[in-house]
């Protein structure tokens, strides 16, 4: 244990509790007695950013474990011993990137979601697809759009290594009826339209993303326009009633800075979750 900050997410298998703690230690221990099996501790570069150290979870698929780390790599550990099967670097701590979301494992592949582009990170954060065996990249998607992309207009003229934002600090969800992967992003930066110089959304932040998980296109997604000083972030949870298939995400009561954004206040009532039907 550290005196970092800790968002762990116990997860349970087969009679044993895996604890993501703070600063990319993850352990092993028994769930009816707390007994320590094991304990990786990763080496971190010093002087991370302050969210950089707590992380939310962690996935198991089989004897491997599977974490993103506070310096941006994605680790798979052996479930019995806790050693590294293998490492893979996707982002780079010295511009700030870090996992503060873990990993999922959506129809055969690691995905997951890079997080600290709220520090001007030049072109935004993405999700990445990752293979169970070596944690090779198998597609990547941009959060924020590219000047020839689709929605690519939506930041003006403002060249591709200007656009800043986008995180995505909480897992995605995984639907295997539908065979969808769902992801939230957070807001683009500077937040105001009129800072960033143009009038357009922003896109793909500050939105709710349905992606294709064999290739990680977006098959739709929904642009949040509220008066929430943070976007419903949280992770999106699909479910059915009556042969209908619905989709909740829950946001934050938010964070805003008065001097910025005197307009804006957190709900009185908390926070607040939103539930949209899909189509037929």
Same mark, same amino acid.
């Given at each position: 244990?550290?005196?970092?900050?800790?968002?762990? #997410? =116990?997860?349970?298998?087969?009679?044993?509790?895996?604890?993501? #703690?703070?600063?990319?230690?993850?352990? /092993?221990?028994? /769930?009816?007695?707390?007994?320590?099996?094991?304990?990786?501790?990763?080496? *971190?570069?010093?002087?991370?950013?302050? *969210?950089?150290?707590?992380?939310?979870?962690? /996935? !198991?698929?089989?004897?491997?474990?599977?974490?993103? @780390?506070? &310096? +941006?790599?994605?680790?798979?550990?052996?479930?019995?011993?806790?050693?590294?099967?293998?490492?893979?670097?996707?982002?780079?701590?010295?511009?700030?990137?870090?996992?503060?979301?873990? =990993? !999922?494992?959506?129809?055969?592949?690691?995905?997951?979601?890079?997080?600290?582009?709220?520090?001007?990170?030049?072109?935004?954060?993405?999700?990445?697809?990752?293979?169970?065996? /070596?944690?090779?990249?198998?597609?990547?998607?941009?959060?924020?759009?590219?000047?020839?992309? =689709?929605?690519?207009?939506? $930041?003006?003229?403002?060249?591709? &290594?200007?656009?800043?934002?986008?995180?995505?600090?909480?897992?995605?969800?995984? &639907?295997?009826?539908?065979?969808?992967?769902?992801?939230?992003?957070?807001?683009?930066?500077? $937040?105001?339209?009129?800072?960033?110089?143009?009038?357009? &959304?922003?896109?793909?932040?500050?939105?709710?993303?349905?992606?294709?998980?064999?290739?990680?296109?977006? *098959?739709?997604?929904?642009?949040?326009? @509220?008066?929430? +000083?943070?976007? =419903?972030?949280?992770?999106?949870?699909?479910?059915?009633?009556?042969?209908?298939?619905?989709?909740?995400?829950?946001?934050?009561?938010?964070?805003?800075?008065? #001097?910025?954004?005197?307009? !804006?206040?957190?709900?009185?009532?908390?926070?607040? *979750?939103?539930?949209?039907?899909?189509?037929?």
């Amino acid at each position: 244990m550290t005196d970092k900050r800790t968002e762990s #997410q =116990p997860l349970v298998h087969d009679g044993v509790m895996f604890l993501n #703690q703070s600063s990319s230690i993850v352990q /092993a221990l028994d /769930a009816k007695t707390g007994e320590l099996f094991w304990s990786y501790e990763r080496e *971190l570069p010093p002087k991370l950013p302050t *969210l950089a150290y707590g992380n939310r979870n962690i /996935a !198991i698929l089989g004897t491997t474990v599977f974490t993103g @780390t506070s &310096d +941006a790599w994605l680790v798979a550990l052996d479930a019995r011993t806790g050693k590294p099967k293998w490492e893979r670097k996707v982002g780079d701590h010295e511009i700030n990137q870090h996992y503060s979301a873990g =990993p !999922i494992i959506a129809d055969g592949l690691v995905v997951i979601g890079m997080s600290g582009c709220y520090h001007y990170t030049p072109g935004g954060c993405w999700i990445s697809a990752h293979d169970l065996e /070596a944690g090779n990249e198998i597609w990547r998607r941009n959060t924020l759009a590219r000047p020839d992309e =689709p929605g690519g207009d939506t $930041w003006g003229k403002t060249p591709a &290594d200007e656009r800043y934002g986008g995180s995505v600090w909480i897992p995605p969800t995984y &639907d295997p009826q539908r065979n969808v992967i769902y992801v939230a992003s957070a807001v683009p930066l500077p $937040w105001g339209r009129s800072q960033r110089g143009h009038d357009g &959304d922003a896109l793909y932040s500050n939105s709710t993303l349905a992606l294709d998980p064999k290739t990680g296109k977006i *098959l739709w997604y929904l642009l949040w326009r @509220t008066r929430l +000083a943070v976007p =419903p972030q949280g992770f999106p949870v699909s479910y059915e009633v009556d042969g209908k298939q619905y989709i909740a995400v829950p946001s934050g009561v938010g964070m805003a800075i008065p #001097q910025l954004m005197p307009e !804006i206040r957190s709900p009185n009532s908390g926070s607040v *979750l939103y539930v949209f039907a899909l189509p037929d």
